[in-house]
């Protein structure tokens, strides 16, 4: 049995709806019989995993603050994607604008104004931006691969946060613990509703998918992103600089993943320490694609995503499979994600005689 | 055996899975196919690698399990690129991503236990040779096959018909076609390949170098292979040279903490990570050499006209 593609002449706009879909259903699908696998009842386990963290209150909020670092970072990554920047150090920008943010409240802590959180969040969006440029600079005027600069970027982001918050930045009464002083009160992102933690950073993350989603839509930045993705030569001969490019998209997506990760540890953890993100700048790759890279699908495919972790910690506690399950469906997603698209574009067709073609074969 | 030796020995240990995920990945570059998901066929090598020795008690069929496990593990990427025609560096970030996720559960029930070390192989006669002898003829199985596939890739690729064949597919994958080579079905061979060397590379992680199973213990080290590649220009002689450079840097870190310099361990271990960046912008400034030698399909989908 072979597989022939056959090209579509135009792409396909049912399966360009519909193919998301079709990977979240194959996922399911998968993840129940990895269930079975580990000898779990795929009925109940899927159950909790997908469903029970929708029915409560508290889980809500928690999916909530689990979506915002993934849609901000997402919508960010879907620019350079879609402008053929291959970002993919999202983590590392993230670290480095929790730390930048983070100066203001561990270093200037005895300042107290109302400034400090504005301040926090300029800083959060420069430092991730900062650390994006790095990679920028190096693909822009050095021809430098950017996939490869931005990931080694994350290790390094990693082990600088590290030896932060063990070294000069540890806390002098947290007991030798590997943690900064707690940000005061006016150093915390405020809650969105009084019904639980969710905060302000979701209200970032609709915001910024809603701003890009009419820059991408209605704005000449949004056509010359799409037109110097699809062919840098075209791009060029209408004028626009993909050298330019590279700038505007890696340090607009740096900007949003410093901006997720100052609000993630202002909003959420209150302090720095060794850890600060579950993987966010990775599962963001794969929330960008689930969005097929539009930004309002992405707000969409963030919350889902969000509902992984949710559901992963959900399934840890009252199944007891490890926490790598979560690891294990997010991959499978994207794996989905990549196959169901090829329907957009091609018609597949599966072939079942073993004589190919007349003339395959023959030039041997 | 003297200090000199040692520290030796130590980078001899560290290259060897850099030479290994390369040498695999130069190949399935070669033929035009970028395969981001080298950490996730590393990681996935090394936990099935474990797995399997601690089930037979035999490292041998531990390294055979660790080499099907990355070939079968890169065939998902395989379909989904060569197949379905999906995004190259998509799909690999996918592998990797799953791989890491796979491995944890593959490897979560042997968390803590010490495995079977693979022991030496001494080659008689040339073992005795001062020096030398001890670090080159006195060492795993994995090494020597590390060497092995250094010279066998670079004389298939230079000096062998199939050789030609792939690299007129790196080249100009519709010329190729054209000649009547079979572009899809020679890329799935190099992707598995890749993945074989890849597994290998995982299996040399958890038996030989730290010989225990540890979560996401690849490190970033199937992205440092990616790096060689380029660094090496796709000439496996160069991937040994630059394995062994960077071998040599990870392990300056481990001595230069022992030996207690006052630099916090952290900025030590980021060494190799900016190590390689400063390497791909010394090699890729260059801008004619790296067009020169970049297979010119590299990354490009195809899909053979019918």
Same mark, same amino acid.
């Given at each position: ?24 259903? $194959? ?37 909530? /603050? ?23 150090? @999202?983590?590392?920008?993230? /670290? ?22 504005? $301040? ?34 994350? &290790? ?61 839509? !209605? ?10 993705? %699809? ?41 720095? %320490? ?5 993987? !966010? ?27 992984? !972790?949710?559901?992963?910690? @959900? ?28 329907? /957009?574009? &091609? ?7 073993? $004589? ?9 | ?28 570059? +070669? ?98 040779? *001062?020096?030398?002898? *001890? ?37 100009? #994958? ?7 080579? #079979? ?51 796709? +000439? *496996? ?49 260059? +801008? ?15 899909? *053979?006209?019918?």
């Amino acid at each position: 049995m072979r597989i022939e593609l056959e090209k579509r002449p135009n792409p396909s706009r049912l399966f360009s709806i519909l193919s998301p879909f079709l990977a979240l259903g $194959l996922t399911v699908v998968a993840g129940g019989i990895m269930f079975a696998l580990l000898g779990k009842s795929p009925g109940s386990a899927l159950y909790s995993f997908f469903i029970e963290p929708l029915l409560d209150v508290w889980s809500l909020h928690e999916i909530a /603050i689990k979506a915002a670092p993934l849609i901000l970072i997402g919508v960010g990554l879907s620019v350079c994607y879609r402008s053929n920047n291959w970002n993919i150090g @999202a983590e590392g920008q993230f /670290i480095a604008g929790a730390i930048a943010g983070a100066i203001v409240p561990v270093v200037f802590h005895e300042w107290h104004s109302p400034l400090v959180l504005p $301040l926090m969040l300029v800083f959060g969006m420069i430092g991730g931006a900062l650390y994006a440029a790095i990679p920028a600079f190096l693909k822009a005027h050095m021809n430098t691969n950017e996939i490869l600069t931005s990931l080694m970027l994350v &290790y390094i982001a990693q082990l600088f946060l590290d030896w932060l918050v063990r070294g000069p930045w540890r806390s002098p009464d947290a007991y030798n613990f590997p943690v900064t002083r707690d940000f005061a009160p006016e150093a915390i992102l405020p809650e969105l509703v009084s019904s639980g933690r969710a905060n302000l950073g979701f209200a970032f993350a609709i915001i910024a998918a809603i701003v890009l989603w009419i820059m991408m839509r !209605y704005t000449l930045k949004g056509f010359e992103i799409t037109v110097l993705g %699809q062919s840098e030569r075209a791009g060029r001969f209408a004028g626009f600089s993909s050298r330019r490019m590279i700038w505007f998209s890696m340090l607009l997506s740096g900007a949003l993943a410093g901006l997720a990760g100052i609000s993630e540890v202002s909003g959420t953890i209150g302090k720095l %320490q060794p850890i600060i993100s579950p993987g !966010y700048g990775f599962t963001a790759i794969i929330v960008a694609f689930l969005g097929r890279l539009n930004p309002l699908s992405i707000v969409a495919a963030g919350l889902f995503l969000a509902l992984t !972790y949710v559901g992963g910690e @959900a399934v840890q506690l009252t199944l007891s499979v490890s926490d790598k399950v979560t690891r294990v469906f997010q991959g499978l997603l994207l794996f989905f994600v990549l196959s169901c698209d090829t329907l /957009i574009l &091609y018609k597949i067709r599966l072939v079942f005689s073993r $004589l190919g073609r007349g003339n395959e074969g023959g030039a041997h | 055996m003297g200090m000199i030796e040692a520290i030796l020995l130590t980078v001899i240990t560290a290259a060897t899975p850099l030479v290994l995920a390369s040498v695999g990945e130069l190949v399935t570059e +070669r033929t035009g196919v970028l395969n981001l998901g080298v950490e996730g066929m590393m990681v996935m090598g090394a936990a099935i690698a474990f797995a399997a020795t601690q089930v037979t008690g035999s490292p041998y069929i531990g390294i055979l399990a660790g080499i099907a496990g990355g070939a079968l593990f890169s065939l998902l990427f395989g379909f989904l690129t060569l197949t379905l025609v999906a995004n190259q560096v998509a799909t690999g970030l996918a592998l990797t991503i799953l791989g890491l996720g796979v491995s944890g559960q593959i490897g979560e029930p042997y968390v803590g236990m010490s495995g079977a070390r693979l022991e030496p192989i001494t080659i008689p006669l040339l073992a005795d040779i *001062p020096f030398i002898g *001890p670090l080159l003829f006195k060492q795993d199985i994995i090494f020597y096959i590390s060497i092995a596939l250094v010279i066998g890739v670079n004389w298939f690729l230079f000096k062998s018909r199939a050789g030609l064949k792939i690299r007129a597919i790196g080249d100009n #994958h519709a010329s190729a076609h054209a000649l009547g080579i #079979h572009v899809i079905r020679t890329r799935y061979l190099a992707v598995m390949f890749g993945g074989a060397c890849a597994g290998l590379a995982g299996a040399q992680l958890s038996l030989v170098y730290t010989p225990q199973w540890v979560e996401n213990m690849s490190a970033g080290r199937g992205w440092i292979a990616l790096a060689l590649v380029v660094f090496a220009s796709w +000439r *496996p002689w160069r991937v040994l040279l630059g394995g062994y450079l960077f071998g040599a840097v990870s392990i300056s870190q481990l001595h230069a903490q022992a030996f207690g310099i006052g630099i916090p361990s952290q900025f030590l271990s980021a060494l190799p990570y900016a190590a390689t960046i400063i390497v791909l912008i010394l090699i890729s400034h260059n +801008r004619r050499m790296t067009l020169i030698n970049t297979p010119a399909s590299l990354g490009k989908p195809f899909v *053979p006209d019918r």
